[in-house]
Structures are given as C-alpha cells and as structure tokens.
C-alpha cells in the first residue's frame, strides 16, 4: 500500500498554485545559479579525496561521473520542463511513481541537500583556515576539524552554516547582483589556477596512473570509488529545477539553465584535474600493506601528520600553488574559496527547505515546516531547523564522509526521474514536451545503470548509513505522512494560505555585498 496514489500531473500543478512563486529568473540567470551551486566543495576540496582514492587516475573518475551526470541531466530536463513547479525530483516521481516512491525520494534528498551543505561548510572551513594560518592567526588545531579528522571540533564549518541560516530567513531582493560577482569570483579563481597549474605539468607526476586500479563494488577505493566521491562536483545542477516556479518561459529556460551549467563546468573541472595532477602529483597515501587509506579515516589523519602531500591538503588548489612557488596565488585561490562557498551552501540549504516545503504543502510533512514569516516571506521554521542539523553534522564529520553521503541520496534520485521520464513516455505519450530527452530509451537506461554503478562503488560505510537513513524515512512516512497526506482517503487540500516570496539565494536571498 505504500506505492500508489499517484497524484496526477495537472494537481501537482494545481497545488502548487496554493502557495505560488514569483516568476523571475530567465536562462542566464538560471545557468548562473547552476554554475554557482555547481561549483564549490566538490572541486575546491574533494580533488584530494579523489586522489587519494585513485592517483592520477582521478581524472578518469572526473570523465566517468561528468557522463553519468550529463544522462540524468537530460532526463531532469524533460520533467523539469514538463512540471515546472518546486520539489525537484520528489514532485516528478510524485507524479508518476506515486506517493510511497516519492516520499522515499523527498527523504533521500535531504542526504543531497542538507548533507552537501555541511560538506560544502567543512571545505569552507579549510580554506579559511589556512588563510588564518597564512595570516598568522591559526585557530587551535582541536578546532579546526571534527573527531574523525584529527580535531574536536570544527568551529568554522559550525558558524558559516548559522550565519548561512540567517542570512536565508532574513532574505531581502538586493542580490541578483552579488550571485553573479560571486560566481565570477570561483570562475576566475578556477582559471587562475588553470593558468598557473597546466603549464608546469610532467609526464613523470601521472606514473603510475591506476595506482588502486578500478575499484570493487562497495569499497569505495579505486577509479570507480573515485567518480562516486567526485560525482558531488557536479551536483548542483538539479537544484535549478528547484527554481522552477519561479522562471520565466520555464519550458525553454529550465532545459537551457541545467545543461549550459554543467557543460560549463565540466570543461573546467578537467583542466583543473589535469593541473593538479601534473604539476605536483596525487599520489595515494598506503597502509602497511600497501593499500589506500580511506579518505576521512583517523588512519589517514594519522599518516598525513606533517605531510605536504596533495591527498593530505584541506585546500588542494591552493596548496598545489604554493607548492608551486606562487603562495600569493595560493593565498588568493583560498579567498576566492572563502569568499564564493558560502553561495554553494545558500543555495543547498535553500533547496532543502524548497524540498520539504512542497512536501509539507501535500500533508507529508507537518503544516508547521511550510509556515512563512510574515515580514521576511521566507519558510523560516523549515530554513531554521535545517540549518541547526547542518551546523552541527559539518562540526562533527570530515568532507569526504559527507560527500558521499550526499551521493548516495543524490543517486537514488536520479535513478527515479530517469525511470519516471521512461514511464510517462509510455502512460502519457501525448502529453506536451517542450524538451524531449534524446534517445530516451538508450540515455534513461545508461543513466540508471551509471548511477547504480557508482552508488555500489560508496562504501559499505555509506550504503549503510543510506540504509539506516531511508529506514527511519519509511517509519516516520507509515506514522505521519500515509496519514496525513492530501491523497490520503477522506482528506481534501487545504485552499488559500501566504504566499511564499522567492529567496533563492543571491538572486532573491540575502544582500551580502560583492
């Protein structure tokens, strides 16, 4: 009984009405944000978590998880431009699988959302911290990282993720501005380094190139463990469909924003990856027997004590510079990082909220979560909740467990839209397709079995954790959500309540300055 009601398409639109956004965001500004949520942790940071798992191999693992990402990118665009309405992959999979599905797929987007943003918080936090320390005024190490890291207590990652919170439930619409200087500042800074890092790569840094081979399923080590740490880099591009209700000509605009932003960024993440890995080499660091430690793991912690190894760096980008001589340039990338990241976690905890908001606009969630303050017309019990969940696990656990924690609910999700777009071909094969997915009956499947591959290359570690996450999803559905949902029998939707203005961050978020 729990995979059935499903609530069909023209009434997801219809509910969305209830509580409408603003139409405002066109292409650029839609391409913009995507590359602005794009780009952050995943290649700022995780560039030595990939080349602990894989060595120079990493970027194979970079071309692996950019594939898997371009198919359910095309399979997002066809929904997205179908129902262009808030819930991301929870509304469409409503709309087709139905309301136990898509519950389960709401519940695993809080691993995507609220757990990248306390990864994405924690690589703030080393690039700030090694500023401090280039400054001269190094916080005591016991708080510069979490238990599991070598610290207590990541003080930085804890406090960003607050100030973030406020910022979103005080959102003003002064900073369409701010978006596009802040996403200029990563661009900039990525090409910088492109500049600087490529030319001085040798032949000699890529030797040996598989230094842990392919990998096996579920250990998380390897090429293909690799792209599924890595496969965090790109994610960012869906939270554009979260935008949805409030674009302009979404039909034309949502396809366009998804796929210009992660062709972008593609481009950018390979040549970083080519930069980083020739110029100073990403060698894994081995245990005893001659096997790679596991990124995030006190062992590692242990081995990198005093090493100037790119696996050990918090800050790769800018320790491959100054390791190249350039510290000025090194010192500028960790700004441009200190500067810009705080978007990429505006903008997660934004989706999360726009995620819980629609659930709790069809009675899964308690009414409370889509309650709108009547002064800042943003969500802020929601906005409130997550942020103090995300402040506190980005004070505890290292990136890299976060990371791919935030994968393994992120590909669920994809796994679920891209079965959606091939059971609505066959249901409703008239239906309007402003944007139709090529080939969908070869790039849907591959897009599944990408995902599944890379979901089974986490390790065990994550898998359980996702496990035990969707387990407790399913209680609290059977206890509240079957029961309190619009579909549920006897029920009728509410009508009327506040209108919830856009906050989407730096474009209707909170006025931050340049």
């Known amino acids: 009984m729990l ?8 009434q997801i639109l219809e509910t969305a009405s209830r509580k409408s956004l603003k139409r405002q965001l066109g292409a650029f500004q839609l391409t913009m944000l995507g590359i602005g949520a794009i780009i952050g942790t995943g290649i700022f940071v995780l560039t030595a978590e990939a080349g602990q798992k894989a060595g120079p191999a ?10 898997v990402c371009a198919l359910a990118a095309l399979a997002y665009a066809e929904l997205a431009s179908m129902l262009p309405v808030s819930g991301s992959a929870y509304t469409y999979t409503y709309g087709v699988l139905g309301e136990g599905l898509a519950w389960a797929v709401g519940w695993a987007l809080v691993l995507e959302y609220a757990v990248a943003a306390c990864a994405v918080s924690v690589g703030w936090s080393g690039y700030m911290n090694g500023l401090l320390i280039s400054v001269g005024y ?3 190490e016991y708080l510069r990282t979490g238990p599991m890291d070598g610290g207590t207590f990541n003080l930085l990652a804890c406090l960003i993720a607050l100030v973030v919170t406020v910022l979103l439930v005080i959102g003003t619409s002064k900073s369409a501005k701010v978006n596009a200087v802040l996403v200029l500042i990563k661009v900039a800074a990525l090409t910088a380094f492109i500049i600087i890092a490529v030319p001085a790569a040798q032949d000699p840094n890529f030797k040996p190139f598989f230094p842990t081979g392919w990998g096996s399923p579920l250990g998380g080590i390897g090429v293909l463990g690799a792209a599924a740490s890595i496969f965090f880099a790109y994610v960012g591009f869906d939270a554009v469909s979260t935008a949805a209700e409030e674009t302009k000509n979404p039909n034309r605009n949502i396809p366009i924003g998804l796929i210009a932003s992660l062709a972008v960024c593609t481009v950018f993440y390979l040549l970083v990856g080519y930069g980083a890995v020739g110029s100073i080499g990403s060698q894994p660091m081995l245990d005893a027997n001659g096997m790679a430690l596991h990124p995030g793991s006190p ?3 242990a081995a990198c004590k005093g090493s100037e190894a790119l696996v050990c760096s918090k800050e790769p980008l ?36 726009r995620i ?21 017309h943003t969500p802020y019990v929601v906005t409130i909740i997550t942020g103090i969940f995300v402040a506190a696990f980005a004070a505890w656990f290292p990136v890299g467990v976060l990371a791919d924690i935030s994968n393994s609910g992120t590909l669920f999700a994809f796994v679920m839209v891209s079965i959606a777009v091939m059971i609505l071909r066959k249901k409703q094969p008239d239906r309007p397709r402003p944007f139709r997915t090529p080939m969908v009956w070869l790039v849907c499947p591959l897009a599944i079995l990408g995902c599944l591959l890379l979901f089974f290359n986490l390790s065990l570690y994550t898998l359980s954790l996702f496990v035990g996450w969707a387990v407790i999803g399913m209680v609290v559905y059977a206890l509240y959500g079957y029961r309190h949902s619009d579909l549920a029998p006897g029920r009728s939707p509410p009508h009327g309540g506040p209108t919830l203005e856009p906050a989407p961050p730096f474009h209707e978020g909170p006025d931050l300055g340049p």
């Open 58 to 67: 990493m970027m194979v693992a970079f071309v692996i998880a950019a594939l």
């Open 299 to 301: 062992e590692l912690a």
């Open 318 to 353: 800018a320790h491959v510079l100054r390791m190249l001589g350039f510290a000025t340039w090194g010192n500028m990338i960790g700004l441009a990082a200190a500067l810009a990241l705080p978007s990429v976690i505006l903008m997660m905890i934004f989706g999360q909220t």
């Open 138 to 140: 190094p916080l005591p």
């Open 3 to 10: 995979f059935w009601r499903v609530k069909p398409l023209d």
């Open 356 to 376: 819980f908001f629609t659930m709790s606009r069809d009675g899964l969630l308690p009414t409370v979560l889509s309650k709108v303050h009547t002064r800042f």
